[in-house]
Structures are given as structure tokens and as C-alpha cells.
């Protein structure tokens, strides 16, 4: 599993980089817009953050292809490293991606809400897909299964593409969507966080705390190791 954090706030990225096993950042327009920051000094910092080896997926605002793939050209050589450029699906957003990829750019097409989104986007090249789960279950839709089938068509017609399944509120979500298939999930930190936290875990630490401290008061192993 491929985890993301989907988030621009570069304390919070500083600190899950620091103690989760990640693997890279998302962002989009809106994400970028809560930290009311420069856009460059911004995705900079990132960067730095996350050195050059994780990914970092930034979404371009263009609607036409010739844009797009300007807009693309200068976050690649004013950002580097393992860049993804995150195209938001659409007729023009599909002709940048086959245009972005044959320049050796890497592509995520965004804000997929069907599988039939997903699949021409692949065939287009994309490199990712980003089906927002949480969005869909808001409309009583079925997000999972868009993630589930989209991962049955990519390898039916075996499509390189991988699902990178985006837009979560509850930990039963992403749980759903891991068996799902899904290559890559991207989470906000806090979500994070739920996802390891249980109670009966903070019960069963205290638990070996209390035992060990009955016995052996305040040492540690290593003070017994000496
Ligand atoms: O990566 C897409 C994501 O940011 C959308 O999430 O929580 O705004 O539905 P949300």
C-alpha cells in the first residue's frame, strides 16, 4: 500500500514524515488555499520537506491542454524531483495527459467519480487515478465499489495505471477501499492518526507498564542490561 498525505500544511507533513512510513503528498487547488501561503515558496517547502525521493502530486488550476501542459512544465522545473502532475478529468485535462507522458511527465487524473472516468484516463496514460470515495458515499452513492471495480477494469485490460483513492472522513472507509485493491490511498494527517489508534491498545500498553513497574519499580531494560 502506497500512503499519501493529503495535505499542504507543512508542519503536519514534517511530522507524519517524521513517524508514518510515507510515501509522498497530494494537493490540489483547495488544499493549497487553506495555508494562504505563496504557491511556489509553498510547494518548495514541501519538497524540502519530503526530499526528492517521495512523490508530491500538485494539481495545475488550467483547463485547456496547451495550458496545462505550461502550467505543468514550470512546477516540473521549479519544483523537481518525483513529480506527479494531478489533472482534474476532462476532455482537454485526457489530451494534456497523452501530450504530458509522451514528454516523460507523470500524470494523476483527478476528481474521478465513475470507473468508465477512470478507465479512459488511463488509457491515456495516466500514471495514477484519483477516485474520491468520501464524496461519493455523501451522495449515497457506493465509493467503494467505484474503487473495486475501477482496480478490476485496470487489470482486465492490463492497464499500468494505479488507484490512488482519495477523499476520506472515516477509517472504515479506507479500510474498505485497502481490500478493495486500491495501489495507493491519500490521507489528511488526522485521519492518519485514527487509523492506528485503538483503545484497547492504550489499555494493553498500560497494562504491560503496571506489571513491569510492580515488580521492577522504575528500571529500564537497560539499566538491567548493564
Ligand atoms: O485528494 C482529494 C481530496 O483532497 C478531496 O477530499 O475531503 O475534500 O473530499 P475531500
Known amino acids: 500500500m502506497i500512503y499519501i498525505l493529503d495535505t499542504a500544511d507543512t508542519k503536519k507533513i514534517a511530522r507524519c514524515c517524521e513517524f508514518y512510513p510515507i510515501d509522498g ?24 520537506i519530503i526530499g526528492d525521493e517521495r512523490m508530491l502530486h500538485i494539481q495545475i488550476t488550467a483547463s485547456t491542454c496547451a495550458d496545462i501542459i505550461k502550467e505543468a512544465q514550470a512546477v516540473q522545473e521549479y519544483v523537481g524531483g518525483n513529480l506527479y502532475i494531478k489533472i482534474p ?23 474521478i467519480f465513475t470507473q468508465q472516468q477512470a478507465l479512459i484516463a488511463a ?50 472507509q479506507v479500510h474498505k477501499i ?4 486500491t495501489h495507493a490511498v491519500t490521507l489528511n494527517p488526522a485521519l492518519l492518526d485514527a487509523l492506528i489508534y485503538h483503545p484497547l491498545t492504550e489499555t494493553a500498553v498500560q497494562g504491560f507498564s503496571n506489571d513491569w513497574k510492580s515488580i521492577y519499580g522504575d528500571k529500564k531494560i537497560l539499566d538491567m542490561l548493564k
Open 89 to 111: 478529468i476532462s476532455a482537454e485535462g485526457l489530451k494534456a495527459t497523452s501530450a504530458l507522458k509522451k514528454m516523460g511527465m507523470k500524470v494523476t487524473e483527478t476528481a
Open 178 to 181: 485497502a481490500l478493495a485493491g
Open 123 to 172: 488509457k491515456a496514460g495516466a500514471d495514477f487515478v484519483a477516485p474520491y470515495v468520501n464524496r461519493l458515499d455523501n451522495i449515497v452513492s457506493d465509493g467503494v465499489n467505484v474503487v473495486l471495480e475501477t482496480v478490476e477494469l485496470l487489470k482486465a485490460h492490463n492497464l499500468d495505471t494505479k488507484v490512488l483513492a482519495a477523499s476520506f472522513r472515516t477509517v472504515e
Open 25 to 48: 503528498v497530494t494537493t490540489n487547488p483547495t488544499i493549497i488555499s487553506k495555508e494562504h501561503e505563496d504557491f511556489g515558496k509553498l510547494i518548495k517547502a514541501i519538497r524540502n
